[in-house]
């Protein structure tokens, strides 16, 4: 067995995440021996139409937090046009809670270089750029090797497995910025400046990298498309519920006696993936609350986490699947202090470029750290909920949502842990309410 | 100023990976492997990379501004990164961050006199469900306690 980060659940249906274990996982010879770029000669094989009809059919849909899907994305690139295309992997990892496109690039470096290569054969694109965030050097390493190991078996550069097709395929590093995992902060930043959203459109399939089309995909969502070429789109969707095919990983993190990271399928029950996949909360405590995919996601509280995982599921919920980190808090929890320390986060990494994501979220930070301080006032809980919605959809990219979505959703379902904190400023229990 | 040869040999291999004229692309990963080996975004660091790449040494102000890894100052030869984001905070990282600000004498973006350590609280590194998580200097520690904390320092020599 290869160095594993949490033991494997019997429950988890293992797709992306089939060779984790295997001795040298990361090996092109262990990659070739467990039918390893297989999919990719099959892909030399068809029209760029029949690979995007085979990935629309698996119902494939991005898995870095937005959800879109994947055949459609590639289908935008405008292929006849003169000019080159790209594609560019998001590896920036950095919603907090999401710790699994760590593991594809640690442990299958070689299953995420032969998706590329496919997404590349769909679209035409001749170059790409895999942007790993910058603390995680060790995988810039682990990449590296991995791609020396694919020009020298001929996988990559000219004439790839023997076709016409060539391709170059490289990693660039971040520098420690969460914005840049905004898919178009991340083409500034690769295109060496800083990380600022551009407005959209024109989307980055029309205008991406260097003013090209450009192909931008979660490493998980690129990981995916081998198993879905090699067994074909059908297998893949039939694996997950409709309109949302396949597995997914699944971070798992927190109140829980089995954290790690479980590949799912679609549609797994949330419940029994925290008490049975997971283990369930420590120390005989109950469920508080659970973030079901990433900081950004509204957060559940106990009584509403009976529901599928899977995009719809979150969105009747009126929260999200985001980009699968799950952080699960017990009775014990003090949701003000995660308010703070959520806001706290987003303050710190928005970019500045758009005034009502800047102030706003310096604001909800000040105000949040007042009452957690015990000087708050019971307007200052209004004002919390009122700034927030206010946020709402003011910002070239979803930082302002993702900061005010978690704060409206807490201040409204835990209102209660909020009055307490005020209760204990004097001053507020002489506070005049304005009328009107 | 002239950097190791195997530096020299990734930044000339790095200048080819971009279409021709957007060699600027080039900058965000000069500055984090020339800060590497030079210890932090020097003036001289600054003006050679924009030498380099052929363009205003503000330019490489305004992406040194930007990101939260680039140093203007040398960080301490084992810099400790603790995280306290929201996955790290429910199971300890707090109190290890207060644990660590003692232990090392220091607080946020703080270096030691001898520059032997520096301290950063940072945001989500990534490691969430093997939290609470640190980092020093490019190596993660998962499951950290007070405990681990001091047998990790033990090992930086």
């Keep these: 067995m290869g160095r594993l980060y949490n033991e494997p659940s019997p429950l988890e249906v293992k797709i992306v995440t089939r060779n984790f274990g295997l001795p040298n996982s990361e090996s092109i010879d262990t990659y070739l021996a467990h039918q390893g770029y297989e999919a990719l000669k099959k892909a030399i094989g068809m029209s760029q139409e029949q690979i995007i009809d085979e990935v629309k059919a698996s119902s494939l849909r991005g898995r870095g937090g937005a959800g879109f899907p994947t055949g459609m994305k590639w289908g935008f690139v405008p292929r006849q046009l003169d000019k080159p295309k790209y594609i560019v992997v998001n590896a920036d990892e950095s919603e907090p809670g999401t710790c699994k496109d760590r593991l594809l690039i640690e442990f299958d470096p070689h299953q995420l270089i032969e998706g590329i290569l496919i997404a590349a054969l769909a679209v035409g694109a001749e170059k790409g750029w895999i942007y790993i965030r910058g603390e995680y050097r060790y995988l810039i390493d682990i990449m590296d090797k991995a791609l020396a190991e694919a020009y020298a078996h001929g996988f990559l550069g000219k004439s790839i497995a023997g076709s016409q097709f060539k391709f170059d395929l490289y990693t660039q590093t971040g520098a420690g910025a969460y914005e840049c995992g905004e898919e178009s902060a991340l083409l500034e930043s690769l295109e060496g400046n800083r990380g600022i959203p551009r407005i959209r459109p024109p989307f980055p399939a029309v205008s991406g990298a260097f003013q090209c089309p450009t192909v931008l995909n979660n490493v ?210 002489n506070e005049l309410v304005s009328v009107g | 100023m002239t950097f190791s040869p195997e530096l020299e040999k990734r930044f000339a291999d790095m200048v080819t990976h971009y279409p021709e004229g957007r060699q600027k692309a080039a900058l965000i990963p000069m500055l984090m492997y020339g800060q590497d080996e030079v210890g932090s975004i020097s003036p001289e660091l600054m003006a050679e990379v924009a030498k380099r790449l052929k363009i205003k040494v503000i330019e490489v102000e305004e992406v040194l501004g930007y990101y939260s890894m680039l140093h203007r100052k040398p960080m301490g030869k084992y810099h400790v990164q603790v995280c306290t984001n929201v996955a790290c905070m429910l199971v300890g990282g707090t109190e290890l961050y207060d644990h660590a600000c003692k232990k090392l004498g220091l607080k946020h973006l703080e270096t030691q006199h001898n520059g032997h350590y520096s301290l950063e609280e940072v945001e989500c590194i990534g490691a969430c469900s093997w939290a609470p998580a640190i980092q020093v200097n490019y190596t993660f520690h998962h499951y950290v306690t007070p405990e681990k904390f001091d047998s990790i320092l033990g090992e930086c020599k």
């Design chain 1, 220 to 429: 998980e969502t690129f990981c995916a498309v081998p198993a879905i070429i090699r067994d074909g789109g059908k297998a893949f969707a039939d694996l997950g519920i409709p309109k949302a095919g396949g597995t997914r990983m699944v971070c798992i993190a927190g109140h829980v006696n089995k954290p790690g990271v479980y590949e799912v399928p679609l549609g797994f029950p949330m419940m029994k993936f925290i008490n049975e996949v997971a283990g369930g909360i420590p120390n005989g405590r109950k469920l508080k609350a659970v973030i079901p995919g990433g900081s950004s996601c509204p957060i559940l509280r106990a009584d509403e986490c009976d529901l599928n995982m899977d995009y719809d599921s979150l969105a009747k919920a009126k929260s999200m699947l985001g980009s699968g980190g799950m952080v699960v808090m017990d009775e014990t929890t003090d949701m003000v202090k995660v308010a703070l320390r959520i806001m706290r986060f987003y303050q710190h990494e928005s970019c500045g470029w758009c005034i009502p994501c800047r102030e706003g979220t310096t604001w909800l930070r000040k105000m949040l750290q007042r009452v957690t301080d015990g000087q708050g006032m019971t307007r200052d809980i209004d004002l919390i909920g009122d700034l927030a919605k206010n946020m709402l959809g003011r910002t070239f990219c979803p930082l302002g949502d993702a900061a005010a979505l978690p704060t409206i959703s807490l201040v409204e379902k835990f209102r209660g842990e909020f009055e307490a904190y005020v209760a204990k400023n004097p001053l507020a229990k």
